[in-house]
């Protein structure tokens, strides 16, 4: 029987493959130079075209040696050589433009833990942050909003979308806000799941204009593909890591929840049909980042679920504010406010008797084999959802 994931999903093959080999190369002197094996590799596969099968099997070889290729060739590459390119010096001008915004923050009134979490939030700067700050949101599982991600820049997608004229012209506004998503992916300094979003958000941007399926799996073996063929490092990055688990997690555990409410049911009840939607997020993505999160920090916080409910509509209302608060300094008072009260929340969170398990140190064998169960889980419930229908609610 043909598995739905790998037939709807072509390029999380390929993606797996190049993994593999950047992970053989890294660890594994190669003696050979993996550019010849690479160009004999493919042209085996152009001689195959006949068979097709074994075509694509060579295929996934060719994957499998570009990775190897790829880290032999980046551990080889001297930083000393390199030249400053166009692209580090339009970084460094928005660098130059962040401090200016942040400016704007610290001399209307925000200060403090309040500077630090809106700093984070908005222009992706951490420096600010006390070592208690972290400790809070770390224990009360809200972390994830400091580091922008995906979370925050689909929040300015969104506002875009609706200043936008989207309905009339949309192929041009598309663009208008993926140049915005860009400007800004630099402004807050090019943060590997700052990259990642931007380059799925790209992509549902232009796919959204062909009326084509907008955010999948596909799309996010894509991204990893192109992500570690600029540098194949990044794989093993903690940020880039923990970035595409998170969204691989939702992309396949939250449709498999989708049809639990019968479609009627949250048509009648749109308050239960946001709640659940936001339970089914929350827990797929944690789903997907606790192991990752056990193995490098050695914490699981509990009341994650309960810190999501706070701070995911916190963060939105934050993050739209600091944008009116740079054009209307005089309603920074708002923000203020409610990033005390954000910050007084969370801090009642880590007050409460098992808000975290520390001390787990999980192997990497562990952690590997967790995502295997997680998996195969996965599989599982596939299987089932058909036979228990889901619609015991009718």
Request: aromatic content about 12%; charged content about 10%.
């Amino acid at each position: 029987m043909r598995n739905r994931l790998l037939d709807n999903a072509p390029l999380i093959r390929l993606a797996v493959c190049m993994i593999i080999g950047i992970i053989i190369a890294h660890y594994i002197s190669l003696p050979i130079p993996m550019l010849t094996v690479l160009a004999g590799m493919v042209a085996i596969a152009l001689l195959l075209w006949k068979y097709r099968n074994l075509q694509s099997f060579t295929i996934l070889l060719c994957f499998l040696v570009m990775g190897m290729f790829l880290m032999q060739r980046q551990q080889s590459m001297s930083d000393d050589s390199q030249t400053i390119s166009r692209v580090d010096r339009s970084k460094a001008y928005f660098m130059q433009q962040r401090e200016k915004l942040l400016a704007r923050f610290s001399n209307n009134g925000i200060d403090g833990d309040a500077y630090a979490v809106v700093a984070a939030m908005s222009l992706g700067d951490k420096s600010a942050l006390t070592h208690n700050l972290k400790d809070t949101y770390s224990v009360s599982g809200a972390s994830h909003v400091l580091a922008l991600s995906g979370l925050h820049l689909g929040i300015i997608y969104m506002l875009f979308s609706l200043l936008l004229p989207i309905r009339r012209w949309p192929a041009l506004s598309q663009l208008v806000i993926i140049l915005f998503i860009w400007a800004f992916v630099f402004l807050v300094g090019m943060s590997l799941s700052v990259v990642r979003s931007a380059i799925m958000l790209t992509l549902y941007g232009l796919l959204s204009i062909a009326n084509r399926d907008k955010m999948s799996i596909n799309a996010l073996a894509f991204t990893a593909i192109a992500m570690l063929m600029w540098n194949p490092s990044w794989l093993f990055d903690v940020g880039f890591q923990m970035s595409f688990m998170a969204v691989l997690a939702i992309l396949l555990f939250v449709p498999l929840f989708e049809d639990v409410f019968p479609a009627e049911f949250l048509m009648e009840h749109r308050w239960i049909k946001r709640i659940w939607g936001l339970v089914v997020v929350s827990c797929s993505a944690q789903l997907g980042v606790a192991p990752l999160i056990a193995f490098y920090f050695g914490r699981f916080s509990t009341y994650f679920l309960l810190t999501n409910f706070i701070v995911i509509p916190a963060a939105m209302v934050i993050l739209w504010l600091s944008i009116v608060v740079l054009v209307f300094p005089s309603l920074a008072y708002i923000l203020l406010y409610i990033v005390e009260f954000l910050n007084a929340s969370l801090n009642r969170i880590t007050t409460i008797p098992g808000a975290c398990i520390d001390g787990l140190h999980p192997s990497v064998i562990q952690v590997v084999l967790i995502y295997i169960l997680i998996f195969c889980s996965y599989l599982l419930i596939e299987r089932i959802k058909p036979i228990m229908g889901w619609r015991t609610l009718r």
